[in-house]
């Protein structure tokens, strides 16, 4: 059964920082891309950023551009989400989902998704 | 900041047919394929359209997605008490290089 699960959300300050891990399983992780996308409380889905199987090539929105790196350890079948410089607006539950090839690309769709990991900030 | 825009509800009797619309912009809808997200309450997004049209096994065909131009629409007929939901479209915007979603639509079952 393919499977992701995220972990290592929780609190932190404005200006903090946290890391997100997505540990995939039931399915050959380094042969596809990945994804993070999140929903703040109430709110609509938002992609944050994608990464190439091999992680050769990288995106990401404009809202977390320069203070969210995206990365994957393919021998741990994990994706990771570092954010720094935290802000009252990336409060969200974060999502991984798994895209359709090795390279992220405009006919990729994500399936399937994580049960997400909820990023709190506030002082 | 979502580009697609989507009705925020629709609502339909059991058996009756919904229809949900995503407009876009020739960058995103009209020059890549949409896919299409079902969110149950409380759970995580799951994929239910995809390439404009097509289902993923398990998704039932009277669920259907169309594209045309720089829209896009979602129809659910037969609609049940589990077609209660958010959905959401979603294409790749070739001006933000980045994927985009649609404002999400909440499907209510009177």
């Known amino acids: 059964e393919v499977q992701l699960v995220e972990s290592g959300g929780g609190l932190v300050k404005p200006g903090g920082s946290l890391r997100l891990s997505c540990a995939a399983s039931?399915?050959?992780?380094?042969?596809?891309?990945m994804n993070w996308v999140r929903q703040a409380p109430g709110k609509g889905l938002e992609w944050v950023s994608s990464i190439s199987s091999s992680s050769s090539y990288i995106y990401y929105a404009d809202s977390v551009k320069g203070r969210f790196t995206i990365s994957r350890d393919n021998a741990k079948n994990s994706l990771y989400l570092q954010m720094n410089s935290l802000r009252a607006e990336d409060t969200a539950v974060y999502y991984c989902?798994?895209?359709?090839?090795?390279?992220?690309?405009?006919?990729?769709?994500?399936?399937?998704w994580g049960q997400g990991t909820l990023v709190t900030v506030s002082s | 900041q979502s580009v697609l825009t989507q009705p925020p509800s629709a609502s339909g009797t059991p058996g009756q047919r919904v229809t949900i619309s995503c407009s876009g912009s020739s960058s995103n809808i009209g020059s890549n394929t949409v896919n299409w997200y079902q969110q149950l309450p409380g759970t995580a997004p799951k994929l239910l359209i995809y390439s404009n049209n097509q289902r993923p096994s398990g998704v039932p065909d009277r669920v259907s997605g169309s594209k045309s131009g720089t829209s896009a629409s979602l129809a659910i007929s037969g609609l049940q008490s589990e077609d209660e939901a958010d959905y959401y479209c979603a294409a790749w915007d070739d001006s933000l290089n980045g994927y985009v979603f649609g404002t999400g639509t909440k499907v209510t079952v009177l």
């Open positions: 989902a798994r895209g359709l090839k090795a390279t992220p690309s405009p006919r990729d769709w994500f399936d399937p």
């Open positions: 039931g399915f050959t992780f380094s042969t596809y891309s």
